[in-house]
């Protein structure tokens, strides 16, 4: 069993990969995938130029060639129909390439000037860039208040290390990056000594061998990767909420840090509690069904043990964002506020507040509930009879499996979802609920909530001096409510929290 101290040293200024080769031959596959995966994420970003790596990566992937623009590229490619982007996380950045084995010949001239000669001109990198800058500036704070809940309890958890910022960067420094800052960032982090190669697919040797033989182009300089930032353990229960004037609801993320990731085989054991507890888009859940099936609260309430990209979106978790430094997180999907309820219903006209404190109770009680209980042996048996199968479904396309098995080097594995099967095939109830107490508590737990300025300061009244939060029903809901939910509810509402600080700010100061 690998720790968490050895993934991290792996990290240490000595790079990774040093083109290490990943391969999935499907030779009846009419597809070809490349995926170049480099060990620089936006822990590289230099101190005032937040942003960085994720700007020269879509520079890369969003400009030209030494030979032709971007435009030029887009003409060229449509009767291919290709598919390539780039991703950036913490830690890698993965360049994908995915084309019908017919066109690769024609097609590869274009990746490969992408990656070897990009072309950085003045205004692919002032479209780039803006697009970033305004994704910092306005898209966080206007589009998802689930993402942008995501983003400040990453804020709180990574706090003055450098997991704090978004890979997207922070607002003063998207606008201090320069096109020279991106071109030396690209010479410095993207190298052949810091990159892995994947190809998946019905590709040929001779096509192997090129791309190997190309990709050793790439300059030879070994970057010193920084050391990932590791998560704070707060004291107590820490809550920041964010004040914005026109949030429609209570947006909820709250976490701890997690010392294990996919490189521990307690990670499996962990699978099994939190597929119990939160699995993700999953209605069978203990969390889906207190908060949003039974009260109708939400839309939606999971758990996770690890990164999550994109959960607003996908369905399964993508690969491609492997990370060294993990936590343990759950997501209350947006619960209505107090000035909504008092507007809908004369029977609520005056409730100090929304639904956020009773939501954030009931998420501790059902985590606690497990924790001091653990699994029984039938919850046990179905849900990890439930992951052996669903977990094959994270690898159905070849691009996905070839992701997997190069996430799968990162934490110093070779399959990562085949071991994890038999991993899951050995557990016992009693290693799964080992685990749960092991690994998780209510004791400590930071806590963002973005909610609207009107609730922002009730709101931190009540869970500062833990006041009761008694869930606000219509009258018409609650006389259809059976007396166990209610009972339920009497409990809930005045559960004591470990809270120790909760602090207000505006919208407006957040991923300056």
Sequence with gaps: MKTLIATLALALAIPAFAQELVELRLPNSSKVVVKLMFRNGSICDPKGKEGLTFLTANLVAQGGTAEMSFAEIQDAIYPMAPAYYVTVD?????????????????????????????????????????????????????????????????DLLFRGTNYQHMKQGTSSGVKAITLDDVKVQYAKFFTRTNLMIGIAGGYDDEFLAMLRKDMAMLPETTPMIPKPGSPHMPDGVVVEIVAKDDAFGSAIFTGVPLEVTRASDDFAALMVANSYLGEHRKSYSKLYQEIRAIRSMNYGDYSYIEWYDGGGGNMLPPPGVPRSSNYFSIWIRPVQIGEQLRQQYTELADIPIGHAHFALRMAFYELGELVKNGMTSEQFETTRTFLQSYIKLYVQTPSDRLGYLMDSRFYGRKDYISELDGLLAKLTLADVNRAIKKYWSTKNMFVAIVTNTSEAEPLAKSLRENLPSPMSYSDLVKSGLPADVLAKDAAVEKLPLNVTSVKIVKSADTFR
């Excluded at 690769?104 to 000037?113: A, T």
């Design 90 to 154: 913490k830690e890698v950045t993965v360049f994908t390439f995915e084309v019908h084995r017919d066109w690769l010949k024609k097609f590869y001239p274009i990746m490969r000037g992408l990656i070897l000669t990009p072309s950085f001109t003045e205004s692919d990198f002032q479209r780039v860039k803006v697009n970033q800058q305004t994704y910092v500036d306005q898209v966080i704070r206007a589009s998802s208040d689930e993402d942008y809940s995501k983003m400040a309890l990453e």
